[in-house]
């Protein structure tokens, strides 16, 4: 109802600016309202609040990873946007660079033009058209990281040239590019801690084997045994569950996001595009 949905709305408003890492958009495309965080149990403690200060009942599904996409190979790019109607038409004309970066560098953008060859005033309208196109990647839709873009060159019209086409000439660009960038699917690291009784041990390591878990060091400390690994975000939902089930409840664990890196064939599967 109406009264529900301002409820909702007033919920999250104030729950996000409590917590800035609470991240609220709403999709257009299927009416639902998806709430980011910083792991299952930073959301669920949310979602508790909300029903329970707020006394809002929604439906909420189960989480989804936050996945990203990046290129692995430089390619140069043409965007050229051209449109002729009655009066005025629209030209706007652009050759991006685009190069992987390490992992954590963001987009990088870039006028590297020498000359006149594009007005100035019309750099920033490329700028926007580059990171709009890039928060929709060729694989599975997921926003584009880790990349140099660079404007090297171009042409524009004394008449026909336009902010909006040198934005669009921005976007053609990305969508032509990206694809010959030989693109991956990049899936969130977490550095997890597990701190079992040693009689539990090997059902921590074989669990954390099913999640396709990288085992850094394992170490005791009295009678316990503390297990850290690297382990994909995704494969940790509902493991506060499954470690209470294997040990009897006697083991704790802790976790924070650590780096990205690329999904495997089966992974990339499951979600690319049909």
């Given at each position: 109802s109406r009264a529900d949905q301002d409820k909702l709305s007033e919920a999250l408003r104030k729950l996000s600016e409590e917590d800035p890492t609470f991240i609220v958009k709403f999709n257009d495309e299927t009416g639902q309202t998806v709430m980011s965080g910083m792991g299952e149990l930073h959301l669920e403690v949310l979602v508790d609040r909300m029903r329970r200060e707020f006394e809002?009942?929604?439906?909420?599904?189960?989480?989804?990873?936050?996945?990203?996409?990046t290129i692995t190979q430089a390619i140069k790019v043409e965007g050229r946007f051209v449109r002729q109607t009655g009066g005025h038409g629209q030209f706007g004309h652009i050759w991006l660079e685009l190069e992987p970066l390490d992992r954590g560098s963001g987009i990088v953008f870039s006028n590297d033009i020498k000359g006149g060859a594009i007005p100035r005033e019309y750099i920033p309208a490329v700028e926007k058209g580059v990171r709009a196109a890039l928060d929709n990647g060729p694989l599975a839709g997921f926003p584009l990281v880790d990349m140099a873009v660079r404007l090297v060159d171009g042409s524009y019209h004394d008449v026909d040239s336009s902010e909006m086409?040198?934005?669009?000439?921005?976007?053609?660009?990305?969508?032509?590019?990206?694809?010959?960038?030989?693109?991956?699917?990049?899936?969130?690291?977490?550095?997890?801690?597990?701190?079992?009784?040693?009689?539990?041990?090997?059902?921590?390591?074989?669990?954390?084997?099913?999640?396709?878990?990288?085992?850094?060091?394992?170490?005791?400390?009295?009678?316990?045994?503390?297990v850290r690994a690297y382990v994909p975000l995704g494969q940790t939902f509902s493991y506060t569950t499954a470690l209470r089930s294997i040990t009897k409840g006697r083991a704790t664990f802790s976790m924070e996001f650590k780096h990205y890196e690329p999904v495997n064939d089966d992974v990339l599967k499951s979600l690319a595009r049909v």
């Open positions: 809002v009942s929604a439906e909420v599904g189960p989480p989804r990873v936050s996945y990203r996409e086409a040198f934005r669009s000439a921005g976007m053609l660009a990305i969508r032509e590019g990206v694809p010959k960038g030989k693109p991956v699917l990049l899936e969130p690291i977490v550095d997890l801690e597990v701190t079992t009784p040693g009689e539990h041990l090997s059902e921590v390591i074989g669990d954390l084997g099913t999640r396709r878990a990288q085992i850094r060091n394992i170490e005791g400390q009295d009678d316990l045994q503390i």
